[in-house]
């Protein structure tokens, strides 16, 4: 019979050995992230779908792909399509104590037509520190990425940054900009041509060529920032540079959400197409938390896609799916009962051992153990106990009971 279900159109599973990579990623990760003193936050896949829409309601992000329903409470609900609004209405909700410095691991969602590197569900690590405008958080926040990449041996990435500005000196620009764009109207693609004054700055971050040539010479914020602006993005630019961190100034680099303030930043791969060459990114969103009803408080932080970094992984021949999954293999054609106790005191001594099972045949069991991926196999046969290797040809040798976890303790080191 067929198999009656597959995963949801745009969705995936991931099983061993690649989920072996998921798994040493996050541990990066979240060892990094807690050296750096940030505390893991565990948050739902959904919630109320104004969490979103305040935050971002000129952006594709949340206008066209966000996977809403209504739930059978009569609930308007969202999974989540990105991490930073849902935690600042948990920020809002808790009261932590600022600065709030947080990690995190999970899946992130958009209804959209899936294609290659797009999926409707993907996942994503990232941090949040909110209470805090130091513009050293800012750096130490980038830093935490740049050492995570570099961890997974990745070299060819860029880091792109620019500052947005914020209440002070955004409004003059945006009205600068709308007045410049008004003015080339007709040159725009056909998707910013009426959507200038919805958010003009999005117009700046379109590829199409249309839009990238009508904007040759447009005014960046970059170039408008005002005092406190710019003195912001000087320390973070020194930090960057104390911390031995390269970057490119990207005077047109937007990011696909309305809440960015100041910093910003993007990471890209040469290694991949530049359609899909986005690893990850974040920034300063200050005046999100008082959109959502809190007093002003500001916040920065950012998300980095696992499966896009994957790719990029693979495009760089870093950070291969591991080979040796497993230390031993028990082998057992007495019965099973030495197969038992042996794992047991295998494991016990820290050892990842798996064994056969079903009392199969000694040829069964070895082709398990071969496909198994330990290094080594013990074999318990009635003519005695011998231990060979799996990875590399050898003879199997022969071991007493007595001696056997020592020896290959011994042998594993
Ligand atoms: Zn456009
Ligand atoms: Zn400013």
Not at 220 to 231: G, N, T, V, Y
Not at 332 to 344: K, N, Q, Y
């Amino acid at each position: 019979m067929a198999p009656q279900f597959k995963a949801p159109k745009g969705t995936f599973d991931v099983l061993g050995p690649d989920s072996a990579r998921y798994a040493a990623l996050v541990a990066l990760f979240a060892e990094l992230a807690v050296r750096y003193g940030f505390e893991l936050l565990v948050q739902p896949m959904f919630e109320d779908v104004g969490v979103f829409q305040r935050v971002g309601e000129s952006t594709d992000v949340v206008r066209k792909e966000m996977y809403d329903f209504e739930d059978k409470g009569g609930r308007r609900i969202a999974l989540r399509p990105e991490g930073t609004a849902q935690t600042a209405r948990a920020y809002l909700e808790h009261h932590p104590t600022p600065p709030w410095k947080a990690w995190y691991v999970g899946p992130k969602f958009r209804y959209d037509r899936p294609q290659k590197g797009r999926y409707r569900q993907h996942h994503e690590v990232g941090v949040e520190a909110i209470g805090t405008a130091d513009a050293d958080v800012d750096v130490e926040v980038i830093a935490l990425a740049c050492e995570f990449y570099a961890a997974l041996g990745l070299t060819r990435l860029t880091l792109h940054l620019t500052s947005l500005g914020d209440a002070t000196c955004r409004p003059a620009y945006r009205a600068e900009l709308e007045a410049y764009l008004l003015e080339r109207q007709d040159q725009l693609c056909d998707e910013h041509r009426d959507r200038i004054t919805e958010n003009p700055m999005r117009v700046l971050d379109c590829k199409r060529d249309a839009c990238v040539k009508a904007t040759k010479d447009a005014p960046h914020m970059i170039d408008r920032l005002c005092e406190d602006c710019a003195a912001h993005f000087a320390r973070v630019r020194a930090g960057l540079d104390a911390a031995g961190i390269a970057y490119e100034i990207d005077p047109s680099l937007v990011r696909g959400l309305d809440y960015y303030t100041r910093t910003t930043f993007e990471f890209s791969t040469a290694a991949l197409e530049s359609a899909q060459n986005a690893t990850g990114g974040g920034g300063r969103y200050d005046g999100l938390i008082e959109q959502l009803g809190g007093s002003p408080t500001p916040g920065i932080g950012f998300g980095l896609g696992i499966e896009r970094i994957l790719i990029a992984c693979d495009a760089e021949g870093v950070f291969p799916v591991p080979k040796e999954r497993l230390d031993v293999f028990v082998i057992d054609t007495t019965g099973g009962d030495a197969a038992r106790d042996i794992a047991r005191e295998l494991r016990a001594a820290g050892l990842r051992a798996d064994r056969a099972f079903d009392n199969r045949s000694f040829k069964s069991q070895l082709t398990a153990a071969l496909r198994s991926g330990a290094r080594l196999a013990v074999a318990i046969e009635d003519a005695g106990i011998t231990v060979r290797t799996l990875q590399e040809k050898g003879e199997p040798v022969a071991v007493e009971r007595a001696n056997l976890v020592s020896t290959l303790t011994e042998r594993l080191r």
